[in-house]
């Protein structure tokens, strides 16, 4: 696993050069990418939300495409449309934005339903249909989603549905003291954005994205996994926990932590480190724990607080 944390490590130090004070969240953005899943980056204005997605996009050396939606944003100006081609007599396809191995679409709450619809075939099954023609997506494959939660006037909740299909949710805060110096010090001349570089090819990280599925995962590490999942279902202040790809997720997520502490097997305090981020978006919560203004993130704290870790061996015989 000293590959992966190497490929790792360079990643996460070069996000740093634009993201100060959040190794945690920028950990969380990585492990999200070499679990083959998709971010949701959800937090207040100014905080840096689409400076983490496009710093973790230049970090990689890949296509990059970026959409800013708003409410006049129509499926095809995503996807792309098919123009017929006066000298060939036919049809053919001009790729959207989503045509790009890493996507940074931004504030997707501003986008009506039916676009936001069109990213739901995208983030699954990794391919677009334009008139009834399927087109599959680059591999690796990422959509990085940024969303404002307190600035709802002209915007369109994300259903639960799409939630689901993003892999973590997570969250930058405010930086402490210090650290917004420091912010204001790096940014004094120029935006240190600008001048980041890649430090990994798109065939390297396909490489880590397949080595931390040989990551392993004890019985008892996988029935704690299922038990956490399916108290959601039962705790008293959640009215629908989450379904089995949470289960999956908190897996995957799992292994690809195990990785990044150069480690061939998954420990319990891997899935506690994820499961906020992991569960706490697919949760909804019961009218009662609205009014007593309770969160998910305490309801997933409660549930790890309650549930026993499991004991014995986590490695491999």
């Known amino acids: 696993m000293d590959n992966v944390q ?8 070069n996000i740093e050069r634009v993201i100060v004070g959040k190794r945690l969240t920028v950990e969380l953005a990585v492990i999200g990418l070499l679990s083959q899943g998709h971010l949701l980056i959800e937090d207040v204005p100014g905080v840096g939300k689409t400076m983490l997605a496009r710093s973790l996009a230049r970090s990689l050396n890949c296509s990059f495409g970026r959409i800013q939606f708003t409410p006049d944003m ?14 060939t007599r036919k049809f053919e396809y001009q790729p ?5 191995q890493v996507v940074l679409t931004d504030e997707i709450n501003r986008a009506t339903p039916k676009t936001q619809a069109a990213l739901l075939e995208a983030m699954e099954e990794r391919q677009i249909t334009v008139d009834g023609v399927t087109h599959p997506l680059p591999a690796p494959f990422m959509v990085m989603a940024t969303q404002n939660p307190i600035e709802y006037e ?12 993003f892999l973590l949710r997570i969250r930058l805060g405010y930086p402490e003291l210090k650290e917004e110096v420091e912010v204001m010090d790096r940014q004094q001349f120029r935006h240190p954005i600008l001048d980041l570089t890649p430090v990994s090819s798109a065939e390297e990280l396909i490489e880590a994205q397949e080595a931390i599925k040989s990551i392993h995962v004890a019985p008892a590490v996988k029935e704690y996994i299922v038990r956490l ?33 150069a480690r061939a097997y998954v420990l319990p305090d891997d899935i506690k480190a994820v499961a906020s981020a992991v569960l706490a978006h697919r949760l909804i919560l019961s009218p009662g724990a609205r009014l007593r203004d309770i969160t998910v993130e305490e309801v997933v704290e409660d549930l790890l607080d309650k549930l026993p870790v499991p004991e014995g061996r986590y490695g491999q015989n």
């Open 154 to 165: 002209g915007t369109f909740a994300l259903p639960e549905a799409q939630l689901d299909r």
């Open 74 to 87: 129509l499926p095809s100006d995503v996807t792309g449309v098919s123009i017929f081609n006066q000298a």
């Open 6 to 13: 190497d490929f790792a490590e360079r990643l996460i130090a």
């Open 96 to 100: 959207g934005p989503l045509m790009a």
């Open 229 to 261: 999942v399916q108290r959601t279902r039962e705790h008293e202040h959640t009215s629908l926990g989450a379904s089995p790809r949470g289960s999956l997720t908190l897996y995957r997520t799992g292994q690809a932590r195990a990785a990044l502490h």
